[in-house]
């Protein structure tokens, strides 16, 4: 089986002495592994960094075994923000969400669209809310929709609301239920608004199924006391 796609870089670790297993997000095939041989080599390596985008070619003998990969560098994404922690603290935090939920072999257009439009929108002001949009649209398209917006008819002067969904409570910024991008926001509600995503997350995904939650997303909530 060959094939080639663009894709982006969501995880790697070292295979043997001169190879890497990489995780990738394609735009066609979704979430694959493969082998690269001579990841370990500094021009390869110099490129193989996490949320990079890469066009790759794709070649297995046997669909059930892993296969290979020979990768390009299309645009370096990581190295653009090696000096902001809290954006490369982002980019790291949801490639290792989606290396961990996506589902392997099976693509989602929609899903690497919103990722790429969230890659390419790191420089605005906002970026950290269209993070957490980000995050509140993916729970929805892996298949659990939080109905947030049967709670829009609120009419106070609170600036969050705290509901329930399937029996667990939260604390939900009312923005998050409007979709209404604010013009001026507090990092005391950013910060709600990124536990509020991460907890339904852990309570959807990661404790049913007994998995580890990244760390490098709760480093990304701590930049926001």
Do not use: H
Request: charge should be positive.
């Amino acid at each position: 089986m060959n094939w080639e796609d663009n894709c982006y870089l969501l995880s790697k670790r070292k295979f043997r002495e001169n190879a890497n297993i990489i995780n990738i997000f394609t735009e066609k095939k979704g979430r694959i592994d493969g082998i690269v041989y001579g990841g370990t080599s500094r021009k390869i390596r110099n490129y193989l960094q996490i949320s990079n985008k890469l066009f790759v070619a794709y070649s297995s003998k046997n669909e059930n075994k892993i296969g290979y990969f020979k990768t390009e560098l299309i645009k370096p994404i990581s190295p653009l923000y090696f000096n902001d922690k809290e954006k490369m603290s982002a980019l790291i935090s949801i490639c290792s969400l989606l290396n961990i939920l996506l589902p392997e072999g099976q693509p989602n257009k929609k899903i690497y669209t919103s990722f790429e439009k969230l890659i390419n929108s790191l420089d605005l002001d906002n970026w950290i809310i269209l993070y957490i949009f980000f995050e509140l649209n993916l729970i929805k398209d892996l298949g659990y929709d939080t109905n947030l917006g049967q709670y829009n008819d609120i009419k106070d002067n609170s600036e969050t609301k705290k509901i329930t969904i399937d029996g667990y409570d939260y604390e939900v910024p009312l923005y998050l239920i409007s979709k209404k991008i604010p013009e001026l926001i507090s990092t005391k509600l950013i910060k709600k608004s990124l536990y509020f995503t991460r907890n339904i997350i852990l309570n959807k995904f990661f404790l049913p199924n007994n998995l580890l939650f990244p760390k490098s997303r709760v480093i990304l909530e701590n930049y926001f006391n």
